[in-house]
């Protein structure tokens, strides 16, 4: 069975889908069957990846949680032969409001992702900015969280925030789900804050932060709007290196962790 990841931070503006794209396009390149799925209405993993939304013609995710076309139907090829994107659209946002009377509503993502789960060797999932039941189905259908934080002043309530809703999540829809970790993205080093907020997070989350962090870099911000993981876009770049090192650690972790 795959290892399912949700990729989660209720605030937005950290990292959040760059993390997404270019962890999962790095495991791929690591010859692990990869799919990442666009749970964000806003849609920028899908164009991130170099898919133009106007041209899927409703063939979405939507499709999959509120019509219950099947995920095989809907999964896309990426320029990465092992990296597969299951794609999302504007229509998402009414995704939330639809689902709200549905029977088993919590659960639509996981019975989506379930007959064709065999297929990958990991599947992450790309969530909206916000704690709602868009994102409520990705934490129950996987198996652990992974936390991009931003160092700024808020940054540390935001994760005991988001830590409150996996424990809840776990509670009553999916006992199973773990904290993968906390990654640092958009790091500056030079300013005093960065230092003091890692610091506070390591601390507060001592077994649950990685190494591994992501610096700011221009090369990493330009990718998207190339529609490149920044692996195909600059594998040479401070962005490339640290995902691939990020990656790296990750597939260690996991090589360790009894499933």
Do not use: W
């Not at 889908?17 to 799919?35: C, G, K, M, P, Q």
């Not at 504007?90 to 007959?115: C, H, I, K, M, N």
């Amino acid at each position: 069975m795959p290892r399912i990841i949700a990729i989660a931070n209720q605030k937005g503006g950290v990292g959040k889908t760059t993390t997404a794209i270019n962890i999962s396009a790095s495991v791929a390149a690591a010859e692990r069957r990869a799919l990442v799925v666009d749970m964000d209405p806003q849609a920028n993993l899908t164009s991130g990846l170099g898919i133009d939304t106007d041209r899927l013609d409703g063939q979405t995710i939507y499709r999959g949680i509120i019509d219950g076309v099947s995920a095989e139907g809907l999964i896309l090829d990426t320029e990465l032969e092992k990296l597969k994107v299951l794609p999302s659209e504007r229509s998402l946002t009414g995704a939330e409001l639809e689902l709200v009377d549905q029977p088993r509503r919590e659960y639509r993502l996981r019975e989506l992702l379930a007959p064709i789960a065999a297929s990958f060797d990991f599947i992450f999932i790309d969530c909206p900015p916000s704690l709602g039941l868009l994102t409520v189905n990705a934490l129950v259908a996987a198996d652990a969280v992974l936390v991009p934080l931003q160092c700024e002043f808020f940054a540390l309530a935001g994760v005991s925030e988001l830590m409150t809703t996996v424990s809840r999540v776990r509670a009553s829809f999916n006992p199973q789900l773990t904290v993968l970790g906390i990654v640092f993205t958009m790091v500056d080093g030079r300013t005093n804050l960065t230092a003091q907020v890692m610091e506070d997070v390591r601390a507060a989350f001592p077994q649950a932060v990685f190494d591994s962090v992501v610096p700011r870099n221009v090369r990493l911000a330009e990718a998207p709007s190339f529609g490149k993981p920044i692996l195909l876009y600059d594998i040479r770049s401070k962005g490339a290196e640290a995902y691939l090192d990020l990656t790296k650690e990750l597939l260690r972790h996991e090589e360790k962790s009894p499933r």
